[in-house]
């Protein structure tokens, strides 16, 4: 069965994508091959001067109802789904004069960039396609007899393979084609069903599922033994799926993750100062605002540069040759930023292994969106993560106020914090990091590591102390108990910022009043797994 030879006499093509449409239709009628065809499809077929039978002449019946029905009919439907070589099936072709259809070349409505383009609902509804995918799952379901495409990207191949075994398929062939027909309306389903659920504000459908269109095969996933690829799935949301590569090898499973991180991190701080992100592992090992790209670059880099090398490096703003210039002074896997100079290329251009990527544009942190982690024998779901809060949602708990300074660079911590694994501590100073403590499983240890690296990074540089005196401490999470915050405020913090709503608030505050820190809760936490 495997090859099995099928000759493609017949083909009907109807498509809302055209491109590459005349070309492919113009092969197949030098191969001897019927076009049948539908609307516009038939139109801009007649006008390169190619011979097409329209549908309706086929089936007897005009479009109607504005286009919604015209392939609808058993003598589209019977030419698609009949067993050649069913004496049945063969008998009521005959008796109802059905002409097999040998190869089906659809592309669906454009639904999801109409979703995309932000159309009004009535819009969106008139570009749910019905014929199209009930004609693919015919003709994919049919396979053993019938070739169906959905994409002109395979118009070149299915080309190649009718020339190869003149004029016929391959069952290889035809069975790649109807993965990608099943694939291809699951997907647009999906999109359907995901619209429709967030048209009525439906947080937990009865059913939900995901698409993807690939976009690229990975070497690997996170290991050499685990294979892998990298799937876009439409949303154009900035980012690594969107951006362009301008030089480097190919992006790793890895790499990918961690861009994604590093970059909707930066996205924080979109319209302010020129800001930097630094990640190592999907976790920011320095993160900073400054006046400048390059001092931001360098104040992230500071907070722990021993993490940073082979990090991943996103930054808000485009890139400037200066900032290239550093950042090529260690090694970098990845480069992330809205967009980038030419002289900041030319810094590049000589790193052959390094990524540089630029997406135009940065995400918008507070656009809601689906986050979903699958487990076994299932998959959860949930809002993307886009809580926020401004200096007027929090409260002061201790005698003692925070002051300008110290509510600046609280802020800077809880925003960062969002992007940390929890249980997370983040030490900040001056509109930089100066302590990262990540995904540990206590809050105090976490505390400490931060602390402990906060001190490591300052006899580096040179620096008396730790780098963490006189800074501000954020914890994604409420301190369950005071060991936490008392370690913050050894280490030399002096302000502190985290949700509460601890059994033991209480105690905590008090601690904070004994050592003079200013506390302040936000009513919301950032858990991140």
């Known amino acids: 069965m495997p090859t099995e030879l099928r000759r493609v006499e017949r083909a009907l093509l109807s498509v809302s994508d055209k491109t590459g449409l005349v070309e492919f239709a113009r092969a197949l009628n030098h191969m001897g091959i019927a076009l049948v065809s539908t609307g516009g499809t038939a139109k801009a077929l007649a006008e390169a001067g190619l011979p097409v039978t329209d549908v309706s002449d086929l089936t007897g019946f005009p479009e109607m109802m504005d286009g919604r029905v015209k392939t609808l009919h058993p003598k589209v ?14 008998a009521s072709m005959l008796g109802h004069g059905i002409a097999p259809i040998d190869l089906l070349v659809v592309n669906l409505y454009p639904f999801e960039a109409t979703v995309a383009a932000a159309k009004p609902y009535d819009d969106c509804i008139e570009n749910i396609d019905i014929g199209g995918p009930a004609m693919i799952r015919a003709a994919a379901k049919n396979h053993r007899f019938v070739t169906v495409v959905t994409d002109p990207a395979d118009y070149s191949a299915l080309l190649d393979q009718l020339r190869a075994h003149d004029g016929a398929t391959t069952m290889t062939c035809r069975q790649k084609m109807a993965l990608t027909a099943y694939a291809r309306t699951a997907a647009y389903d999906t999109a359907v069903s995901t619209w429709l659920a967030g048209e009525i504000k439906e947080p937990a459908p009865r059913y939900r599922s995901f698409a993807g269109k690939l976009a690229q095969t990975l070497r ?91 990090g991943i490096v996103a930054l808000n703003q485009v890139l400037d040759g200066a ?7 260690i090694f970098t896997e990845v480069v992330i930023a809205p967009d980038a100079t030419d002289e900041a290329r030319a810094v590049f251009a000589g790193k052959k292994n390094l990524r540089l990527l630029t997406t135009k544009a940065l995400p918008d942190p507070k656009e809601k969106g689906l986050a979903f982690k699958q487990v076994a024998g299932g998959f ?71 602390a402990r690296k906060a001190e490591d990074m300052a006899e580096a540089l040179g620096l008396p102390g730790s780098l963490t005196k006189g800074s501000v401490v954020a914890s994604d999470a409420f301190f369950p108990f005071a060991d936490g915050l008392i370690t913050a405020a050894e280490a030399g913090a002096t302000a502190i910022i985290q949700p509460g709503g601890s059994m033991r608030d209480d105690e905590v505050i008090a601690a904070a009043d004994e050592r003079g820190l200013a506390m302040v809760f936000t009513g919301q936490r950032h858990f991140r797994h």
């Open 380 to 450: 959860l779901v949930q809002d993307r993560d886009a809580g926020h809060v401004s200096a007027s949602d929090l409260k002061v708990v201790t005698k003692r106020a925070p002051s300008d300074a110290e509510m600046r660079d609280m802020m800077f911590a809880w925003t960062v914090a969002k992007h940390v694994k929890s249980n997370a501590i983040i030490y900040v100073k001056d509109g930089a990091t100066v302590g990262v403590g990540a995904g540990q499983m206590s809050r105090v240890d976490s505390t400490r590591i931060a």
């Open 220 to 310: 690997y996933g996170e290991n050499p033994h685990q294979a892998a690829a990298f799937y876009v799935d439409g949303s154009r949301r900035p980012g690594v799926a969107t951006a362009r590569q301008w030089q480097g090898k190919e992006l790793s499973y890895n790499n990918i993750n961690d861009t994604d991180a590093a970059f909707e991190l930066v996205a924080e701080f979109a319209g302010g100062a020129p800001a930097c992100a630094i990640i190592k592992h999907a976790n920011p090992c320095g993160v900073a605002t400054a006046s400048t790209l390059t001092e931001a670059y360098l104040r992230a880099y500071q907070c722990d540069q021993t993490s940073a090398f082979g």
């Open 323 to 329: 900032t290239a210039e550093e950042i090529v002074k």
């Open 77 to 90: 439907h019977g030419g698609l789904l009949a067993i050649r070589s069913h004496p049945e099936h063969q």
